[in-house]
Nanobody
Framework: QVQLVESGGGLVQAGGSLRLSCAAS???????MSWFRQAPGTEREFVGS????????SYADSGKGRFTISRDDATDTVYLQINTLKPEDTAVYYC???????????????????WGQGTQVTVSS
């Protein structure tokens, strides 16, 4: 079992920045850790991911240039840095973990076994 806890959200004015954290505990071995977000009335949207092996990152087109995912292996924490926040970034942000590799669609929420509770990001204009 893997437990994931997000933190770092809040109310921010457009143009500001936030650093979200996802702390993992329990069985922390994972193949891929990803960030998703979900705004009211929308489907859960892929934001970006980081692989355990090699730390390769991948981002949705909407986040490239503004979103940066990193990790601290010593504390089993994955981060999402969001710069130049826009009102359309307002959403609940979730981290998710997948423990197996193989062929799968990393942008599909159904591919992930473990989820955090989410942290709210609200961007005012």
């Amino acid at each position: 079992q893997v437990q994931l806890v997000e933190s770092g959200g809040g109310l921010v004015q457009a143009g500001g920045s936030l650093r979200l954290s996802c702390a993992a505990s329990g069985r922390t071995g994972y193949y891929l850790m990803s960030w998703f977000r979900q705004a009211p009335g929308t489907e859960r949207e892929f934001v970006g991911s980081i692989r355990r092996s090699g730390g390769r990152t991948s981002y949705a087109d909407s986040g490239k240039g503004r979103f940066t995912i990193s990790r601290d292996d010593a504390t089993d924490t994955v981060y999402l840095q969001i710069n130049t926040l826009k009102p359309e970034d307002t959403a609940v942000y979730y981290c998710a973990a997948r423990t197996s590799g193989g062929l799968f669609a990393p942008r599909d929420p159904n591919e992930y076994e473990f989820w955090g509770q989410g942290t709210q990001v609200t961007v005012s204009s």
